[in-house]
């Protein structure tokens, strides 16, 4: 399995060489995993490099690179649902909220929306060229007086959660 393209393996080569984050939210091509142009929300830290492709809504308002956490416990068998700790500057952008921006996509609210959480070097241009680090949906929204903070929580959350079958079935026929 390929994890890391030509193009990102080559432009983080040598000593000095910058990654940055890009935040997806909205809706994601099933196929491709891919963020769709006109129903997605791109966010990173700056403006000087964001996937081409045809973004219409890119917002350069990520406070801090976000984190995640995982924890799996194999001795007690439990595991704890990965989150995402995305934080976004609460200020406007071409004159308008990241709400307004947001509601604009007409995809209703930004809960249960699907994340994807990626890493671009200047060598990347795509998002086929870029680093799928995380995907998720939005859980948790807490708006303060300069950021935004969304948790986002994998996608194990719909699949662990489900019932299993109480009626034991022998391994052998």
């Keep these: 399995m390929k994890?890391?393209?030509?193009?990102?393996?080559?432009?983080?080569?040598?000593?000095?060489?910058?990654?940055?984050?890009v935040i997806c939210i909205?809706?994601?091509?099933?196929?491709t995993k891919f963020p769709v142009t006109t129903s997605s929300i791109i966010i990173s830290d700056k403006t000087s490099h964001?996937?081409?492709?045809?973004?219409?809504?890119?917002f350069p308002l990520l406070r801090?690179?976000?984190?995640?956490?995982?924890?799996?416990?194999?001795?007690?068998?439990?595991?704890r649902i990965s989150n995402l700790k995305v934080s976004?500057?609460?200020?406007?952008?071409?004159?308008?909220?990241?709400?307004?921006h947001f509601n604009r996509l007409e995809i209703?609210?930004?809960?249960?929306?699907?994340?994807?959480?990626?890493l671009f070097s200047p060598g990347v241009e795509t998002f086929n060229q870029a680093v799928l680090l995380f995907k998720g949906i939005v859980k948790d929204i807490r708006v303060?007086?300069?950021?935004?903070?969304?948790?986002?929580?994998?996608?194990?959350?719909n699949i662990l959660s489900k019932d299993f079958p109480k009626r034991k079935i022998p391994l052998t026929g």
């Design 3 to 21: 994890i890391l393209s030509e193009a990102f393996l080559n432009s983080i080569k040598g000593k000095d060489y910058v990654v940055e984050p």
């Design 26 to 31: 909205g809706n994601h091509d099933n196929s």
């Design 50 to 58: 964001y996937p081409t492709g045809g973004y219409k809504y890119f």
């Design 64 to 79: 801090t690179f976000p984190v995640s956490s995982h924890s799996l416990d194999i001795n007690d068998k439990k595991h």
């Design 88 to 100: 976004l500057i609460n200020a406007k952008y071409e004159n308008e909220t990241f709400e307004q």
């Design 108 to 118: 209703g609210s930004i809960y249960n929306q699907e994340v994807t959480f990626w």
């Design 144 to 157: 303060k007086d300069k950021s935004i903070d969304i948790t986002v929580e994998d996608y194990s959350e």
